[in-house]
């Protein structure tokens, strides 16, 4: 089945066209009426519904989808993240499924016709202590093995690739060494979701914003009104109604353990809140992600010159979007242990995301004890880079009905088979 | 910063205390089939609204205690003692 309409395609071409003649641009996706019945309905308009609906409908032929989103598409981790890709895991099931995701972020602005603005600008991870060092070590290890570009560096070549970072012996945690990944880089990631959401609009699929799920509805299952275990779903309610739906799919990241609540499934999740900060523009200076697991702070300079700081999870399990001053005052503190050359730089802007952390710090994705109710969350700090895959990967498991080799380490099972796949070590401050 | 209270202390800053996230009451480890230990371990109810949640005043009275919030809105309150019909919030 091919797409039902064109959406006008982005070309300088174009570009030129519509400006010479005044011209305005269409509507980039349609406000359909909401549909009683669905073949698929993906909970959650990120960057992972989007892209499953996108695969389903590209990949195999499975249109009659729709994408609910409570707020707007993009509202939540999605449009909120540092945006940064690499694919430097741990695991040698983490570095095959994120190498993927790499794969197809490089073909992406041709694939969708829209310029996501992929830098393989280069990642840093630095080491400050012996036993991170030894990570690192194993980390490059690993990625050599699967045919990753990366590689441990030593201090003069970090200086070299990053002129602006103290590597200098006397400061209170000094940079004994690096694991340097050239392939990983940022990606301008509302051009990201966008252009997932006009290609799948194109396919047919159907894209409902301000639509809030209240309810799973499921029959046959051994809890309250036919949910849990043994039980299959049936359908979604909404604020707008009720949607009859086989297959139904929770992509609401850090609200994914109450979605999952309504069909009587329990997670190994918690919600913890990420902040991050932009500074002022400056001219550029840094041309690699700079993260510092132990000093808890990552940085990348974006192509307008502004300097994206991340940190770690907010310790407390939270719902709540605030940024807190706590965490400005410490990202301040470890920013300058890093780079004292910034320490007249002026914060623009701060915000928080929700994060849905799982105890190995892997996905959990694929099939629930509940029929036709199918997972693509536990994406905690890291989840955007592995957009594309997921989807991918996602879209392969509905339509054929079992889980894809690159996504079976991350079933929902593994955790009461105790068949874990730790990535603390690389995925912890890593992003 | 979240302002703790801690049933001994008052209100504390969140820094002087160690957060134990949901309580769960652990399984006997000499009988509980692994399915039921892993259970424990890792899946969580993650409630988005009013929790109850174990803290650890560990840089003032080093009591542990059960504090109930509310997850979306910040809201903080002492469950009642045990024993105690006036205190708490009921
Ligand atoms: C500050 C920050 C920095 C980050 N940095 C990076 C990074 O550098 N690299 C990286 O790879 N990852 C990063 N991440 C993680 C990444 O952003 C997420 O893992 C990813 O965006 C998750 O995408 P998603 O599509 O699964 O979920 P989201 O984009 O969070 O989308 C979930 C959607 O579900 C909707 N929803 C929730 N409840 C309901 C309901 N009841 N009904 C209908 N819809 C509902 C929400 O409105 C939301 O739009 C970062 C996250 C944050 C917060
Ligand atoms: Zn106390």
């Not at chain 1, 309409?5 to 003649?21: I, Q």
């Not at chain 1, 509507?27 to 519904?49: C, F, M, Q």
């Not at chain 1, 639509?211 to 036919?226: F, S, W």
């Not at chain 2, 089939?33 to 424990?40: A, G, L, N």
Request: hydrophobic share 35%; aromatic share 8%.
């Amino acid at each position: 089945m091919g797409k039902h309409k064109s959406p006008a395609r982005y070309s300088a071409a174009g570009l030129a066209w519509r400006g010479l003649r005044n011209k305005s641009w269409p509507r980039v996706w349609r406000e359909p009426e909401l549909k009683s019945a669905y073949d698929v309905v993906v909970i959650g308009g990120g960057i992972h519904g989007l892209a499953t609906a996108y695969y389903l409908a590209s990949n195999h032929a499975i249109t009659n989808v729709a994408v609910v989103d409570k707020a707007y598409l993009g509202s939540g981790g999605s449009g909120r993240n540092t945006a940064i890709v690499r694919s430097n895991y741990l695991t040698p099931e983490g570095v095959a499924f994120y190498d993927r995701s790499l794969d197809l972020y490089n073909t992406m602005s041709t694939d969708l016709n829209i310029n996501v603005m992929f830098s393989e600008r280069g990642h840093m991870t630095l080491a400050h202590t012996d036993s991170a060092l030894r990570t690192m070590n194993w980390r490059a290890e690993v990625n050599k093995l699967q045919g990753i570009d990366s590689s441990v560096i030593a201090p003069d070549e970090i200086k070299k690739l990053s002129p602006s970072l103290d590597t200098s012996p006397n400061t209170r945690y000094p940079i004994l060494g690096a694991l340097y990944h050239p392939p990983g880089g940022t990606i301008r990631h509302d051009a990201v979701v966008w252009g997932y959401a006009r290609a799948a609009d194109a396919y047919g699929v159907d894209l409902h914003q301000k639509t809030e799920v209240l309810d799973i509805l499921c029959e046959g299952g051994a809890g309250p009104n036919g949910k849990g275990a043994g039980g299959k779903v049936t359908g979604v309610r909404t604020n707008r109604g009720d949607i009859h739906a086989p297959v139904v799919v929770n992509c609401t990241a850090g609200w994914a353990s109450t979605i999952a609540s309504m069909a009587g499934v329990r997670l190994p999740i918690t919600t913890h809140p990420l902040q991050a900060a932009v500074t002022e523009p400056v001219k550029t200076f840094l041309p690699t992600v700079i993260v510092s697991g132990s000093l808890h702070v990552y940085v990348s300079q974006t192509d307008r010159g502004e300097l994206v700081f991340g940190a770690s999870v907010d310790p407390v399990a939270n719902y709540d979007m605030k940024g807190t001053l706590e965490f400005t005052e410490e990202l301040a503190g470890h920013v300058l242990e890093l780079m004292p050359g910034l320490s007249k730089m002026r914060l623009m802007r701060q915000w928080a995301g929700l994060c849905d952390m799982t105890p190995d710090y892997s996905p959990v994705m694929g099939p629930t004890p509940v029929d036709g109710f199918l997972v693509d969350v536990g994406w905690g700090t890291y989840g955007f880079k592995a957009g594309p895959v997921s989807g991918e990967q996602m879209a392969a498991c509905i339509a054929h009905e079992s889980m894809p080799d690159l996504i079976a380490p991350f079933v929902l099972s593994r955790f009461t088979d105790g068949t874990l796949v730790g990535e603390k070590g690389a995925a912890a401050v890593g992003h | 910063m979240l302002l703790v209270p801690c049933p001994n202390c008052g209100p504390r800053n969140a820094s002087d205390m160690s957060y134990g996230g949901e309580p769960h009451s652990r399984p006997d480890p000499n009988t509980a089939s692994p399915e039921q230990w892993r259970t424990y371990l890792y899946l969580r109810d993650n409630e988005s609204g009013w929790i109850t949640e174990k803290w650890y005043c560990s840089s003032g009275c080093r009591k542990h205690f059960k504090l109930e919030r509310h997850t979306l809105t910040g809201e903080l309150r002492n469950p009642p003692l045990p024993g105690n019909k006036t205190g708490g919030h009921k």
